[in-house]
T-cell receptor
Framework: EAGVAQSPRYKIIEKRQSVAFWCNPI?????LYWYQQILGQGPKLLIQ????????DSQLPKDRFSAERLKGVDSTLKIQPAKLEDSAVYLC???????????????FGSGTQLSVL | GENVEQHPSTLSVQEGDSAVIKCTYS??????FPWYKQELGKRPQLIID?????GEKKDQRIAVTLNKTAKHFSLHITETQPEDSAVYFC?????????????FGKGTTLSVSS
């Protein structure tokens, strides 16, 4: 079974520039998450999608971050304009359904490492 | 907001010793508690999980225990090997009217020396 795919693997930009990350979840997984992992910390939830709808974006800094999952499969996360403190690994994860289900598990992609200079 | 505390932040053991990592959570409605292993530069990998209807679960050298009353759960690794060296994260499910997601601890860096 193919895993969660993410690209690019690395990205270096200057502050105030824009950047976009792409994620393709495991086939058939309806729930998709974007997490931000700052060096030395655990992943922090940014946004959760169920199919093509946003379930929870309460932790997303909406003045600069946006995300979409138009057809309920792939997703993109955008930052515009980037700040120095956005330097982190952006992890995409997916599960077949909501994690409250009996046998649901969360699988992560390899992440995009963003450096903002 | 909901919180997961993880201890210790670093743990050094000799090969063959046991390692224990402990987590506490704040949301009494949490019902799913996975553990992830993350090697340097790689994705977090699910290594074991437990749901609230079970007190203990074991898979070869790793085990997880859950005490719902005290709201804490622990990862136990026996007969540690150098390849167990990594950062380990605990997580707890949170559910609000928006959906269900995982809240992660800050991680424990485990070093196993031979």
């Amino acid at each position: 079974e193919a895993g969660v795919a993410q690209s690019p693997r690395y990205k270096i930009i200057e502050k105030r520039q824009s950047v976009a990350f792409w994620c393709n979840p495991i086939s058939g997984h309806a729930t998709l998450y974007w997490y931000q992992q700052i060096l030395g910390q655990g992943p922090k939830l940014l946004i959760q999608f169920q199919n093509n709808g946003v379930v929870d974006d309460s932790q997303l800094p909406k003045d600069r971050f946006s995300a979409e999952r138009l057809k309920g499969v792939d997703s993109t996360l955008k930052i515009q304009p980037a700040k120095l403190e956005d330097s982190a690994v952006y992890l995409c994860a997916s599960s077949q359904g909501p994690l409250g289900g009996t046998n649901e598990k969360l699988f992560f992609g390899s992440g995009t490492q963003l450096s903002v200079l | 907001g909901e919180n997961v505390e993880q201890h210790p932040s670093t743990l050094s053991v000799q090969e063959g010793d046991s390692a224990v990592i402990k987590c506490t959570y704040s949301d009494s409605a949490s019902n799913y508690f996975p553990w992830y292993k993350q090697e340097l530069g790689k994705r977090p990998q699910l290594i074991i999980d437990i749901r609230s209807n079970v007190g203990e679960k074991k898979d070869q050298r790793i085990a997880v225990t859950l005490n719902k009353t005290a709201k804490h759960f622990s990862l136990h690794i026996t007969e540690t090997q150098p390849e167990d060296s990594a950062v380990y994260f605990c997580a707890a499910s949170i559910r609000d009217q928006a959906g269900t997601a995982l809240i992660f601890g800050k991680g424990t860096t485990l070093s196993v020396s031979s």
